[in-house]
Protein backbone atom coordinates (compact mmCIF):
# COMPACT_ATOMS: atom_id res chain seq x y z
CA UNK A 1 0.00 0.00 0.00
CA UNK A 2 1.38 3.51 -0.62
CA UNK A 3 0.79 6.08 1.84
CA UNK A 4 0.84 9.72 0.96
CA UNK A 5 2.31 11.47 4.28
CA UNK A 6 1.57 15.45 4.83
CA UNK A 7 2.40 18.18 7.30
CA UNK A 8 5.89 17.18 7.19
CA UNK A 9 8.63 19.29 8.66
CA UNK A 10 11.03 20.82 6.09
CA UNK A 11 14.11 19.06 8.19
CA UNK A 12 12.77 15.48 8.24
CA UNK A 13 14.60 13.04 5.55
CA UNK A 14 13.56 10.00 3.65
CA UNK A 15 15.84 7.83 6.94
CA UNK A 16 13.67 9.56 9.49
CA UNK A 17 10.49 8.71 7.71
CA UNK A 18 11.09 5.37 6.95
CA UNK A 19 11.92 4.89 10.44
CA UNK A 20 8.98 6.14 11.71
CA UNK A 21 6.76 3.91 9.35
CA UNK A 22 9.83 0.26 10.17
CA UNK A 23 8.55 -0.07 13.61
CA UNK A 24 4.83 -1.11 12.07
CA UNK A 25 6.69 -3.64 9.42
CA UNK A 26 8.64 -3.70 6.17
CA UNK A 27 8.81 -0.34 4.32
CA UNK A 28 9.58 -0.68 0.54
CA UNK A 29 10.69 2.74 0.41
CA UNK A 30 9.98 5.82 2.30
CA UNK A 31 10.52 9.30 -0.11
CA UNK A 32 10.42 13.13 0.57
CA UNK A 33 9.69 15.01 -2.33
CA UNK A 34 11.49 17.81 -2.79
CA UNK A 35 11.44 21.40 -4.57
CA UNK A 36 13.21 20.94 -7.84
CA UNK A 37 14.54 24.22 -7.88
CA UNK A 38 15.31 25.28 -4.67
CA UNK A 39 16.11 21.55 -3.18
CA UNK A 40 14.43 22.24 -0.20
CA UNK A 41 11.42 19.91 1.18
CA UNK A 42 7.63 20.16 0.14
CA UNK A 43 6.40 19.03 3.12
CA UNK A 44 5.00 15.82 2.39
CA UNK A 45 6.44 12.48 1.17
CA UNK A 46 5.04 8.48 0.40
CA UNK A 47 5.78 5.74 2.21
CA UNK A 48 5.15 2.31 0.81
CA UNK A 49 3.96 -0.75 2.44
CA UNK A 50 4.19 -4.42 0.92
CA UNK A 51 1.63 -5.55 3.90
CA UNK A 52 -1.20 -4.12 3.42
CA UNK A 53 -2.36 -4.98 7.17
CA UNK A 54 0.80 -3.29 8.56
CA UNK A 55 0.66 -0.10 6.43
CA UNK A 56 -3.00 0.29 8.30
CA UNK A 57 -2.08 -0.31 11.85
CA UNK A 58 0.83 2.77 11.04
CA UNK A 59 -1.76 4.55 9.62
CA UNK A 60 -4.15 4.00 12.57
CA UNK A 61 -1.36 4.51 14.82
CA UNK A 62 0.83 7.47 13.60
CA UNK A 63 -2.37 9.76 12.07
CA UNK A 64 -1.61 12.83 14.02
CA UNK A 65 1.53 11.98 15.87
CA UNK A 66 4.26 14.32 16.18
CA UNK A 67 7.61 13.99 13.80
CA UNK A 68 10.03 16.88 14.36
CA UNK A 69 7.33 19.26 15.85
CA UNK A 70 4.99 19.05 13.46
CA UNK A 71 1.65 16.64 13.85
CA UNK A 72 1.57 14.46 10.59
CA UNK A 73 -1.35 13.12 8.55
CA UNK A 74 -1.41 9.99 6.60
CA UNK A 75 -4.07 8.86 3.94
CA UNK A 76 -3.60 6.03 1.30
CA UNK A 77 -1.86 7.39 -1.76
CA UNK A 78 -4.04 7.81 -5.03
CA UNK A 79 -2.68 6.79 -8.37
CA UNK A 80 -1.46 10.06 -10.15
CA UNK A 81 -3.96 11.66 -12.65
CA UNK A 82 -2.87 11.72 -16.08
CA UNK A 83 -2.42 15.77 -16.69
CA UNK A 84 -2.95 17.23 -20.36
CA UNK A 85 0.55 18.44 -21.82
CA UNK A 86 1.07 22.14 -23.02
CA UNK A 87 0.57 22.99 -26.70
CA UNK A 88 3.71 22.89 -28.21
CA UNK A 89 4.13 26.29 -30.40
CA UNK A 90 2.26 28.08 -27.83
CA UNK A 91 -1.10 30.38 -29.09
CA UNK A 92 -2.44 29.12 -25.70
CA UNK A 93 -5.93 27.54 -27.68
CA UNK A 94 -5.01 23.45 -26.70
CA UNK A 95 -8.07 22.60 -27.88
CA UNK A 96 -8.38 24.02 -31.58
CA UNK A 97 -7.12 22.63 -34.52
CA UNK A 98 -3.68 23.86 -35.76
CA UNK A 99 -5.30 24.56 -39.17
CA UNK A 100 -7.66 26.77 -36.75
CA UNK A 101 -4.97 28.84 -35.97
CA UNK A 102 -3.34 29.76 -39.30
CA UNK A 103 0.22 29.90 -37.71
CA UNK A 104 2.53 28.57 -34.46
CA UNK A 105 1.33 31.70 -32.62
CA UNK A 106 -2.37 31.22 -31.92
CA UNK A 107 -5.73 31.68 -32.99
CA UNK A 108 -5.87 34.55 -35.59
CA UNK A 109 -9.27 35.80 -36.88
CA UNK A 110 -9.46 36.08 -41.05
CA UNK A 111 -8.08 39.01 -42.60
CA UNK A 112 -10.79 41.81 -43.45
CA UNK A 113 -12.09 41.00 -47.07
CA UNK A 114 -10.39 43.96 -49.71
CA UNK A 115 -11.88 45.67 -52.74
CA UNK A 116 -9.88 46.45 -55.66
CA UNK A 117 -9.68 49.86 -57.59
CA UNK A 118 -12.62 48.61 -59.30
CA UNK A 119 -16.31 48.99 -58.72
CA UNK A 120 -17.54 45.19 -58.61
CA UNK A 121 -21.11 46.77 -59.08
CA UNK A 122 -22.21 45.34 -55.50
CA UNK A 123 -21.27 49.51 -53.77
CA UNK A 124 -23.74 51.29 -55.98
CA UNK A 125 -21.09 52.52 -58.91
CA UNK A 126 -21.23 52.13 -62.27
CA UNK A 127 -20.16 48.60 -63.88
CA UNK A 128 -16.51 48.29 -65.41
CA UNK A 129 -15.24 52.14 -64.25
CA UNK A 130 -13.41 53.51 -61.42
CA UNK A 131 -14.66 54.55 -58.69
CA UNK A 132 -14.57 58.21 -57.64
CA UNK A 133 -11.70 58.23 -54.94
CA UNK A 134 -12.18 61.97 -54.11
CA UNK A 135 -11.43 63.16 -58.05
CA UNK A 136 -12.73 66.55 -59.26
CA UNK A 137 -14.08 64.46 -62.34
CA UNK A 138 -14.05 61.11 -62.65
CA UNK A 139 -15.25 60.56 -65.44
CA UNK A 140 -12.49 62.40 -67.25
CA UNK A 141 -10.22 59.07 -66.62
CA UNK A 142 -11.95 57.34 -69.84
CA UNK A 143 -11.68 60.81 -72.18
Do not use: C, Q
Not at 35 to 57: L, Q
Not at 62 to 69: K, Y
Not at 84 to 101: E, H, I, L, N
Not at 119 to 136: A, F, L, N, Q, T
Request: charged fraction near 35%.
Amino acid sequence: MNLYVSNLAYSVTDDELRGEFAAFGTVSSARVVMDRETGRSRGFGFVDMPNDTEAKMAISSLEGSNLAGRAIKIVEARPKEERPRPAVGGGGYPDRKKSDRGHAGGFRSPPAPTYNDWDDGDRGGKKGKPRDRGRKNPESDWD
